[in-house]
């Protein structure tokens, strides 16, 4: 049966590898439909016997536009499987293990003790010749103690490292067709790493993909060094915003006018409510706590900064909805759109919009909370806050609406229909995502984070 992707119809299929990847979440399961959608065998090693189970009927435990498709088109390849035991990954060519590394419980550090399980566990099985490959993201310092590990274990295996660069909501495009390919190995050994790597990418590496070859501690450095970057970037523009409001300038023109410079680019400078999700935040921690480890924490103290600029994002924008509300939220009726940290996917992870929610309620406000995929995990994990399935649900007698997520729905909402399903036409835009002359001429009272009133 012919196949749709482009990547399964190349005319020169590369030779197929059987391949492991231990850690079937978010980016593991992309990886593993991914590596079998470039013509390997692949076996997933997931030790939740459930979510093993799940993908291997096709269910997908999360949502990432495109990745449904490419399980199932992948299951019925018969090139992909999934396995709770890790004697599955016997005589694999190449293990891949992308199991995460939260932040630890009360410290910025990173838990690095699913990287350590996964990888003792595999060493039981590993054969010479093989290659273990880390994707996750870690501590500078990890792979070689880890590299030291297989050497010890398995003298004729060898370890590699490289790390993952995926966009929720756009994983499969980026697994599929990166921007770039990183690969940390050590000089010499038993395996050639990045020949058996350009195996695995072969069908990558000939479109042109960029590469990257380089020690251990570089390829581990450039995942965070990449997310610290943009959240730096990110939260230089709401610091801008924190003085367009002193000043009466106006954030998204400042953005539009130094975005044009394309030494800086008009990317990632979106003022607003500020980042979250799994990485972005836990990563710039960990990265600060490991150079505070290697004695180099000096070089790391903009990152903290960085990081109290994100937050005061929402404590801002629980003091813009008191004001818009008469200054004062008790008993006042709030709609909040979007509860995923970002369109597109369902993690809430360290969502800035549900943080927000739950501050607007403790002040006492009665907050309605909906989101196109995400209201099944607030429902599980926020359970004090109300949930509803649609926006005008949400915002029916409400005395200000707060966009929170910038899903597209959420922007192309008709601003004169929605009008007539609130008690105020107030409307607060924690993303600058909406057509603001549009809700005005509709008889909406617009305020924005760094925006000049109207």
Known sequence: MAQSNELAESPQAPEALKISVIGCGYLGAVHAASMAELGHEVVGVEVDVEKAEALAAGRVPFFEPGFEELLRRSLASGRLSFSPDMKAATGAAVHFVCVGTPQ???????????????????????GPGELVVGKSTVPVGTAARLAALVAERVPEAALAWNPEFLREGFAVQDTLHPDRLVYGVADGGPVDAEALLDRVYARIVADDTPKVVTDYATAEMVKTAANSFLATKISFINAMAELCEATGADVKQLADAIGHDDRI??????????????????????????????????????????DN?????????????????????????????????????????????????????????????????????????????????????????ADAVLLLTEWRQYKELDPAAFGAVVRTRRVLDGRNALDREAWEAAGWTYRALGRRNA
């Open 104 to 126: 630890r419980r009360g410290e910025y550090a990173a838990d690095l003790t699913y990287v350590e399980a996964a990888t003792s566990s595999l060493l039981d099985v590993l």
């Open 265 to 306: 680019g008009r990317k990632f400078l979106n003022a607003g409510l500020g980042f979250g999700g799994g990485c972005l935040p836990k990563d710039i921690r960990a990265f600060m706590a490991r150079a505070g480890e290697l004695g180099a924490d000096q070089a790391l103290t903009f990152l903290r900064e960085v």
């Open 309 to 397: 600029i994100n937050m005061r994002r929402r404590i801002r924008m629980v003091e813009l909805a008191r004001q818009v509300c008469d200054d004062s939220l008790l008993g006042k009726r709030i709609a909040v759109l979007g509860a995923a940290f970002k369109p597109d996917s369902d993690d809430i992870r360290d969502s800035p919009a549900l943080n927000v929610a739950a501050q607007l309620q403790l002040q006492g406000a009665s907050v309605r909370v909906t989101d196109p995929q995400a209201l099944p995990n607030v429902r599980r994990q926020w359970s004090q806050l109300d949930c509803v399935d649609t926006p005008e649900e949400a915002a029916e007698g």
